[in-house]
């Protein structure tokens, strides 16, 4: 919270909202008091008024904005054990509650459609969350491994298309030339979005 703000009343950082409506009301009295004062004194308390309105407007809002963020971690924390439970159905109604939709919800909405074998919906997800947080390694890494078992899908398709149907064996798939079998990418990526919610290592 500002600082200057903060000092005005007497408070510290720690401070809450009923010790900040407290000495709101303390400091205000003071000046109306003061303010049909003449000469500098009544200046003074006008000046003085209007700036403890300021600062306990900002103070108030950063506060709320602060219960708010606190509120969104615990129910982010929430959806990250439900995810990992395999309660998907509940995992969607707590995400769905949220009004602000930042970079963590898209990724672990990224994730819920993942689990429900919703791939290019997931991709969506976790390219919104990119835009929002691009300074995150880990959505950015996420979105490399989706890629990559995307892309192997596509070709594994298209191979099964040109053999009509006919099994790809395991020489098959090394003539490719990759070391990923799609069940291997796909754990990658699972792996990954479940060790992010065991860490809570997603921002």
């Known amino acids: 919270m500002n600082k200057k703000n903060l000092e005005l009343f007497g408070l510290s950082e720690n ?3 009923e010790e900040l409506d ?3 009301e303390a400091l205000r009295n003071k000046y109306l008091e003061e303010r049909f004062m003449d000469g500098d004194v009544g200046n003074n308390a006008a000046e003085m008024l209007t700036r403890i309105e300021t600062a306990y407007n900002d103070l108030t809002r950063e506060l709320s904005e602060s219960a708010t963020a606190a509120e969104d971690g615990g129910s982010f924390t929430r959806v990250e054990e439900l995810i990992k439970d395999g309660n998907l159905a509940e995992a969607q109604r707590v995400l769905d509650g949220f009004n602000e939709r930042g970079g963590k919800w898209h990724y672990l909405q ?3 459609f993942y ?4 791939v290019s919906e997931s991709k969506k997800q976790l390219e919104i969350a990119i835009q929002l947080e691009p300074e995150n ?6 979105y490399r491994k989706l890629n990559e078992k995307i892309n192997y899908d ?4 298209s191979n099964e298309s040109v ?3 006919q099994t790809v064996n395991a ?3 090394n003539q490719m030339g990759g070391s990923f079998c799609a069940s291997c990418i796909e754990c990658c990526y699972l792996n990954m979005c479940i060790n992010c919610l065991c860490n809570s290592c997603c921002h």
């Open 15 to 17: 401070a809450t909202k």
């Open 22 to 24: 407290s000495a709101y």
């Open 110 to 112: 990224s994730v819920l």
């Open 115 to 118: 689990r429900k074998n919703w």
């Open 137 to 142: 390694d880990k959505y950015k890494e996420t």
């Open 154 to 157: 596509s070709q594994r398709s």
């Open 163 to 165: 053999y009509q149907g």
């Open 171 to 173: 020489g098959d798939e």
